[in-house]
């Protein structure tokens, strides 16, 4: 029997078909799935204060409405992700427990400060770019909810990343203390968005199996490089260079060859150390506790008046 | 007492003449916040839409998939198979 | 779809590519922009100003939230109340940038502290800071958004018609922003002994500033037909009030009210403490790089 469902399964993934909620499902996919998703959700929340941190200071009206309907945005995103972990079997409660436990991860871009209001363009161009690559291919994820989710999430990052790129290229346009400010920024987020793709292939785990289970569908480096080809001519559109002596065209592979990210920093932040992991984490978990007595209220009247199910026909 | 609240699932019907159509889910306290809350959540404040939002421990489903152990117990109600008619060889058509 | 036009909220519209993002890609282009004739354009700019600070200073606020609310879902609530009322004081700021002479950006980060002339409901502190918490946040919210709702309700009939689609416009946010607030007020005030004492403690700590919401300004007694005299909203308000607070089993606070500083107020332009650190958080960037563009 057992045998039997396995290969249901194998079959329907390999058919590229969907895997819904109810189906049997390998317990190694289904504890992969929700790490995978998990940690996606809380990335999208942890993601909300880089940005989050330049609503009360956005330099224009216009610009202040797109900074808070974007976060908001990601606010959302985190939501739909939690409810697909939720088809899993899983709890957004215990979810966030482990987040602000810091026994789950999130992606570890957050944990760089942003410093000025150039940050909030390069991180809908570059980091918003960076989690497209990432997250499209995922739009075909073998999880129908999460497939689902991915889909709309992609549709409202490509305008995200629009909307960085647009006031980039607005800043560009301005004055040259603003052009400086834009470099600056490219400088510091270059090598960071590199790093979104994981370690290289060569050191990843987790990949083989997910790419068999269809959750993840390319390599770490495939993405990377992908990336870099991307966004040289949007930079040079833009009039900022990246900051890699490395990178130039290949005419034999007809890709950009690039430098390598410090993975010694990538690791470091990864373990805790960057500048911003503790103030994220306790930013999030202050929320969730000052938020304790709220959702404890509203439980209570909703118990309260909640229709006797004894009196139902 | 539990602090976390119930699951909903959402169902949207976007315009007039279509079915409504399940886009997600949510947490909320109750059926009013629930549905203040799939209002902002996944119809941007559409006026135009109608919403249902269901307790996900209400929804009752099916298996798509007849091997689904969750089933196999209690079996699915079998007189929805037609094998569970014995119908005489002679009756044509069936 | 576009944010470049504060106006393009006024005209229905199109599904909008942000998830909850409202109020940014309609546009006012079929909106009369004549002044009417014999109105005192001074006074139209002020109103318009008042109205028009009110929303920007409460949705600075009410950002504050941000990445704070108590649940992922009304963390997207209060987001988009403070978004609805973001685009009331853009189109606000930008008519009376229209006899100013001045753009939505220039009245709302070149003005000084003196200049600014909402309510002190909107400034003050009511969490997430430590003014105040969500129940505090909650009870600003039922008093403004049921003030600003009867206010809309008769600006809709003002002679100077954008003021009139502004308020057409804004009847439908506010009258959510309304019912949000009320829904919390109920589950805050009956939920439990915590959040009933904290529900009513918020209440006690906006309840000094309410008067100062119906006390006719000058500006307003010289634009009649224009503008709504706030004198007449005040029984509507109360009823609205009573009936949420009795729902919620909670009290009126007595009518105490803040003392105006040398006979002024918000309204002329005399705010409290908080408002000079809120203006320097929203318009230092701004203000530091001159000739930028955004």
Redesign the interface.
Known sequence: ?AD??EL?FERTVQAEARI?P???MPDGYRKTLIRQIAQHAHSE?IG??PE?NW????????????L??????E??H???L??AT?TLGA???DLTTKLIEGRQKYSSIFNYPTLT?ADVGVIGWLVDGAAICNQVPLCRTSYGPYAR?MI?IC??ES?HQRQGYE?LM??M???Q??RDMVQDSVNRWWWPALMMFGPPDAESTNTEQSMAWRIKRDTNDELRQKFVNMSVPQAEALGVTFPDPELKWNEERGQYDFGSPDWDEFWQVVKGGGVCNEQRVA??R??HE?????????????????PSKEGAA | MSTTWPLWEVFVRGKRGLNHVHVGSLHAPDAEMALRNARDVYTRRNEGVSIWVVPATEITASSPDEKDPFFAPSGDKVYRHPTFYAIPEDVPHL | MSFDNAYESLLGGEDAHWAFGTGFSEALSGVDREFPAGVDRDALASYCLMLGDDALIFSQRLAEWCSRAPELEEDIALANIALDLLGQARMLLTRAGEVLGKTEDELAYLRDEREFRNVHLAEIDCGPGPGGDFAATIARLLVFSSWRLALFSRLRGSADPVLAAIAEKGLKELAYHRDHAAQWTVRLGDGTDESHRRMQAGLERVWPFVDELFATHPVEARLSGVAVDPASLRSEVDGVLEAVLSAAGLTRPADTKAARVAGMAGRDGVHTEVMGYLLAEMQHLHRSLPGAVW
């Open positions: 029997m039997d469902l249901r819904e109810r189906d049997w929340i909300m204060q989050g609503i009360s200071r956005a330099p224009s009206l216009r610009r202040k409405a797109i808070l309907a974007k976060v908001q945005d606010a959302g985190g939501l739909y939690y409810s939720e709890d957004r409660e209001f989710a709309r549709k409202e305008f006031l607005t800043m346009r301005g004055t203390q603003q930013h999030r202050k929320a000052d938020g304790a007595w709220v959702r404890e209220a509203a439980a209570a009247h909703a118990a309260k008046h909640a």
